[in-house]
DNA sequence: ACCTCCATGTAGGCAACCTACATGCTTAAC
DNA sequence: GTTAAGCATGTAGGTTGCCTACATGGAGGT
């Protein structure tokens, strides 16, 4: 039973294909393919069957792959203990994350880690909230959020830490008729034009919470991905929508107006293999995406936060 | 970080020098000093350092030993759960024990492993105490004994089973004056001659326990290991000894006498290393093991079992 | 019917691990 | 003080085994 073949059953498993894995391990498909047999032979059991155009694992398949988390992270695990020997945390890790949140935590993560020895690499994508996942196997540390949950679909098998409960708001333009109000209803939003997003995407449960709420569907404008995308055209009075409060930024031509009346929180939560959260230097950064994400949710921006934001 | 290379630290922090853990992974100390040097570079740490004629682990060294029993027990759970999947356990179990347990247990083992595809390789040796906890380097399984606690010394990171708690009694010849005692005090046995065994043996601590509880020193006619030649010794009126209940053969040429006043028992416990016991076919084993015990507790030889076992 | 994607097979290069043998150091024995 | 034994280390060379390059064949999608 060799290292090299549970973690390439693993990895078959978290991305589906030999190419992938060949791709993401810088080796050919056929070197991964001979191992594959070898493996085979030695355990005397059939790890994998052709499906369709690629492969599936068999039921051995899968008890090597699950097994392969256990032993890579005990592996981890005692490089950790060494690494506490030797000094400070140090690394470089890899860092993936949703836009809107990387936006309000990194910065301060990187001036948190300006006196250390660990390096970050960053990657951001948006994706529905189950994809976030996936990316585990590709970040060491992955910032995904939840609006249902403490922990995102389909990272039950995984490290996860909230890093801050989010509310989201309704942004609206400085002049609308509901910019003054300190909160709002379903009923007060249900009838106004929407900037949406597409089904799948980061805020389409609120917007189904608010239609279940009132029984009425929403007068949807135009569906769009992107946060800033959403900012502009509430800005130009396109309609009203949903923005995460942290992370958008503060400004005098739209206001965020607190939804009350529906759940309307989303946890942003950091997430990674059981093997990656036990190097010493991903909890270091996990502790510092804490620590930031404790301050953001203590301080909310102010109107003074507001001033220098815009003016500064 | 390479299993190999862990696996190299542990068996040389238990087996001390190069050339023993050559001599049991069937290597030259040649290429297990190259895999050293390789794995320091690697790690950036010095592993080992010179001390007298041998090598000696540094810290880093040790904190890999260490990880080494962690990752080979992940690894070998594994492997059993695989073969939960594929049938029945198998495979070859290498089990040590000191003689005298095993001469209680073992056949009582094999009787029960009739219909199993395990197969059994046995050895024995009469060792201190302290010293069984080592031979789980080499044996899956070692029967060993403990005097004092229900874990024998030295055995503190091994998985262990206690198999049977076995009284110490006081062999007598059979015309003895104190053959026909319903059981015996030290102040009964504490005048006559004994065939002892030497310091640090099996029964040494009951004879200190004697000597304690009565403040005289016991006169020690001679000293022997085999508990065999202790019999002869004693059926030949050389003078009085102890002996395990259950695993000395009943006989009409002397007599086992119970001693109370002081604790004498000892107790018979399975130990193996946490990889090893992960194994299937060695937890099957233990759990033979631990029946055999339970039945030897239960029913101890009646005066039918002696007629049957010395005519017979 | 074509093209694409995926896995598999074969031949050969290259790296890594091991053996054989020689050397140097340390401790114990004579 | 010299010798011998035990232990680790270094060098050279052979063998194993992992990987790449390239070719083949099957399964879907257009």
Redesign the pocket.
């Known amino acids: 039973m060799?290292v090299?073949h549970l973690e390439l059953l693993r990895d078959?498993r978290d991305r589906?294909?030999?190419?992938?894995?060949?791709a993401a391990?810088?080796?050919?498909?056929?070197?991964?393919?001979?191992?594959?047999?070898?493996a085979e032979k030695e355990l005397g059991v059939k790890l994998?069957?052709?499906?369709?155009?690629?492969?599936r694992l068999t039921w051995a398949g899968e008890i090597l792959a699950d097994g392969a988390d256990d032993v890579l992270t005990a592996l981890s695990r005692v490089q950790a203990r060494l690494d506490e020997g030797t000094g400070m945390p140090a690394g470089t890790v890899r860092i993936g994350t949703l836009p809107s949140a990387g936006a309000a935590l990194i910065p301060g993560l990187l001036t948190r880690l300006r006196e250390s020895l660990i390096r970050i690499e960053l990657d951001d994508f948006d994706l529905a909230e189950s994809d976030y996942a996936a990316r585990t196997a590709d970040a060491d540390i992955v910032i995904a959020h939840s609006l249902i949950a403490d922990v995102p679909l389909g990272a039950e098998h995984l490290a996860s830490r909230v890093l801050l409960r989010e509310p989201i708001d309704v942004i609206v333009p400085a002049g609308h008729r509901l910019a003054s109000r300190a909160e709002l209803t379903p009923q007060d939003v249900v009838g106004e034009p929407w900037v949406t997003v597409p089904r799948g995407y980061p805020f389409a449960t609120i917007h189904e919470r608010i239609e279940a709420a009132t029984g009425r569907p929403l007068d949807r404008v135009v569906e769009v991905r992107d946060n800033r995308l959403v900012e502009s055209l509430v800005e130009q009075g396109h309609g009203i929508g949903l923005l995460p409060r942290y992370s958008t930024p503060a400004s005098v031509t739209y206001r965020l107006v607190p939804l009350t009346g529906v759940q309307a929180t989303r946890a942003i939560v950091a997430l990674a293999r059981p093997d990656h959260a036990a190097r010493r230097a991903v909890q270091a950064v996990v502790e510092g995406l804490v620590d930031v994400g404790r301050d953001l949710g203590r301080a909310p921006r102010s109107e003074s936060n507001l001033k220098a934001s815009t003016l500064g």
């Open positions: 060799e090299r078959l589906g294909t030999l190419g992938a894995v060949a391990t810088y080796r050919t498909p056929s070197a991964l393919s001979q191992q594959l047999r070898t994998v069957e052709p499906a369709s155009r690629g492969l």
